[in-house]
């Protein structure tokens, strides 16, 4: 008769409990880490719409309408900064200072920390994929979301961005004060970054790169790079 070595046995057994419980436990931890950063993410958004749309001296709640995907690529950063050199140029602070509307605490870092040129490179460059964003996980107490898929807000401006016309027919079946949508949120380090394009009337809207800071634990707003205003 062929024996069977019960201590070989309960090793095998023990080995394989072993095994899923650490991929169990990777499992946990990847899942963990990406809730953590989609968290951020709507954090951030949440941020943005509350402290640079103007809504935070405001009595009555704001009606927003969210383009729930940004369906279009940027690749600004040649345009912002001279990514030809590590060092901090003239061009770099005149340029930054009209684009921030002269921040000065924010351009004085950028002038003097090292390493920061380069975060700010990084994080103004992107043309990847963007999420899709879900109103409901965006926090906020003074605005209201309701959300429209980009297609549909596409076909009510046109491929031309007709906002004399699409505007008002947008205000007829949603009742929006503000549109916004936003691009994925970038991170490098403690800094993060999103663009987001905001519109609150036919000949009234503003494209601008808002760069954060993790400071104990929360989403700072660093400064703001304005691209485009109407």
């Known amino acids: 008769k062929n024996s069977v070595n019960p201590f070989l046995t309960c090793s095998h057994i023990s080995g394989l409990d072993m095994l899923k419980k650490i991929s169990i436990i990777i499992l946990l931890i990847t899942q963990w880490s990406f ?25 009555d709640t ?7 995907t940004y369906d279009e690529e940027f690749n600004l950063h040649q ?19 009209m684009m921030t509307h002269k921040d000065t605490t924010f351009l004085k870092r950028f002038k003097n920390e090292k390493g920061l ?16 964003v879900e109103s409901e996980l965006i926090p906020g107490f003074n605005f209201s979301l309701q959300s429209i898929s980009a297609k549909k807000f596409r076909s009510f401006i046109g491929p031309k ?27 490098l380090d403690n800094f993060a970054a999103t663009f987001y394009e905001y519109y609150c009337g036919t000949l009234c809207g503003s494209g601008n790169i808002v760069i954060f800071e993790k400071v104990n634990d929360k989403w700072l707003i ?8 109407s």
């Open 62 to 68: 704001k009606k927003i309408l969210l383009v729930d």
């Open 161 to 187: 961005k007709n906002f004399k016309r699409g505007w008002k027919r947008l205000q007829r079946k949603y009742n929006m004060d503000k549109i916004i949508m936003f691009s994925q949120v970038k991170y």
């Open 222 to 229: 660093l400064t703001e790079i304005n691209l485009w205003t």
């Open 117 to 132: 040129k380069e975060i700010i490179v990084q994080l103004t460059y992107d043309t990847s994929e963007h999420p899709k």
């Open 79 to 97: 345009q912002i900064l001279n990514n030809n050199s590590d060092k901090v140029t003239d061009e770099d602070i005149d340029i930054l200072s």
């Open 35 to 59: 809730s953590q950063t989609e968290n951020d993410d709507y954090n951030i958004y949440g941020s943005v719409i509350g402290k640079k749309l103007d809504l935070q001296n405001q009595n």
